[in-house]
């Protein structure tokens, strides 16, 4: 029962209270510099003598940054804290106590505002007038930047830079910012970075944009590993084209290669190899490049190559042009060392030359064959050659130049020569004579023909006027027979060719030989 009395009086004891009201809304987010303010309101059943502070609580930091005497009345006053300006030692998350003590510092009331974090963030916002430009053209950079609550900001400077160049300036106005450049004729092609910086009160805030140029093809050019080349080497040539920067940029170029005729050799993109002809022509190979808006011609040299392969097959010495000329040379061959002989040589491109070594010795036997050119002396080995050269053949070999000593005697071969020469010029002079014989007489031939066929033309067209006449006498007559005669046996006898006139009937005659048992025109005068 007495401790019920207890309890009751004690309820009945007035106690201190205040009630704390915050006016003002806090952010949840502030930056570096920024200032923190709010308003207090307390209320009191009572009078109370006291104190009044506001505890800052941080992460890596706390004070009691205000404390003011407190004399309450009954009833409810205001009170205005002084601004707190946030600095990087308070950067996390904080937040603030407010606190009414009795003249003991015994706490009366608390009130906690809402938790806040302090940062040193700015965002950067910016944009370019479009992505894609050409070397030597204008770009227009703008944009804004906003502190950590997402406010814009104003009068202070954002730092441009292009490619890790030197940095431009752009001051933000009426919270914009803009800036205008032209890039250079001469600028690398595709992208391009843009990267912008703004400090602030020990906050920072950076963005990166990027640009793409489009390359301008500036230069082409046909790339060799060397320009001269011999028959049968491997060619390769590769096309670069070069842009605004003098960088290569990717290309599609045709090529086309023609060979010192103007023929068309080859052909292909961007990249070609081939193998020369083993005769490849020698002299200049144009190249001709184009591409979509530039082409050039180039050329590169293939050199003259002269040179022969040889090789013994049986009997038989086989000589092949490999070069891309023409091989002229004296050759000789030693037939085991001590007798041999020399042949000249003229043999084209691609083509073969054979020797038959079994018509260039004296007697059959095994040989050790050399082959001596201008090129080298080479050992072909050794062969069983078995002797074939005939009387013919020793006549016309000193002539031909084949050799069988050492000593490269010419024998008889002089007289010879003198005496074919002979014989072809007698011949020759027959043949002349001949042909100017016959020639005269077939002329004469036909111009009676002629002669003829006018007489019997001009009988056919008046007769009247052409009556036969019988008063002629016996010389005239057998004259005349007699030569009638005699063309027709020269006729059968040496018929001429088909381009010239056989006989009479060409020129409109019919001439028959008089038959002995049958009277005709001619047997009336007999």
Known sequence: MLKKIVILLLLLIPIANAEIQISKNIYTTYNYGDKLSYDVSITENENLQGFLSSTLICERYSTDYYTIPLSLKQGRQDFSIPDLTLTETMSGNCRINVNVQDLERDMIEQKSLPEFSVKNDLTIDAFLNRQTFKPGETVILSGDVKNSRGDLLDSIPVLVTIDNSEGKTANINEKKFTLSFDLDKGIKSFEHKITLEVRDNGNIGEKTINFYITPIPIKLQNSYEKTEFLPGEKVEIETLLYDQADDKIDNNAIIKVYNPK?????????????????????????????????????????????????????????????????????????????????????????????????????????????????????????????????????????????????????????????????????????????????????????????????????????????????????????????????????????????????????????????????????????
């Open 262 to 526: 103007n023929k068309l050799l080859t052909e292909g993109a961007r990249k070609i190899i081939f193998n020369l002809e083993p005769d490849a022509m020698p002299g200049t190979y144009k190249v001709k490049t184009k591409d979509e808006k530039l082409n050039i011609e180039s050329s590169f040299k293939v050199k003259e190559l002269e040179k022969i392969d040889s090789e013994i097959q049986g009997k038989v010495l086989v000589l092949k042009n490999t070069g891309n000329v023409p091989y002229k040379d004296n050759i000789r061959v030693l037939l085991n060392g001590d007798t041999g002989f020399s042949k000249s040589v003229n043999i084209k491109p691609n083509e073969a030359k054979t020797i038959n070594l079994a018509r260039e010795i004296l007697k059959s036997g095994d040989y050790f064959i050399k082959l001596i050119t201008k090129q080298d002396t080479r050992s072909l080995g050794e062969s069983t050659l078995t002797y074939e050269k005939s009387f013919g053949e020793k006549i016309t070999g000193p002539i031909t130049g084949s050799v069988v000593s050492v000593r490269d005697s010419y024998g008889y071969a002089p007289f010879y020569l003198v005496l074919i020469a002979t014989i072809m010029a007698v011949i020759l002079i027959a043949y002349q004579k001949n042909k100017k014989t016959t020639f005269l007489k077939n002329e004469t031939d036909r111009k009676e023909g002629e002669r003829y066929k006018q007489i019997v033309m001009a009988r056919r067209e008046n007769p009247q006027a052409h009556k036969r006449k019988f008063d002629i006498d016996d010389k005239e007559v057998s004259d005349f027979r007699r030569r009638i005669l005699k063309d027709i046996k020269s006729t059968e006898n040496n018929p001429v060719k088909s381009n010239q006139y056989s006989s009479r009937e060409d020129y409109g005659y019919r001439a028959v030989k008089p038959n002995e048992n049958k009277k005709n025109l001619f047997g009336m005068f007999d």
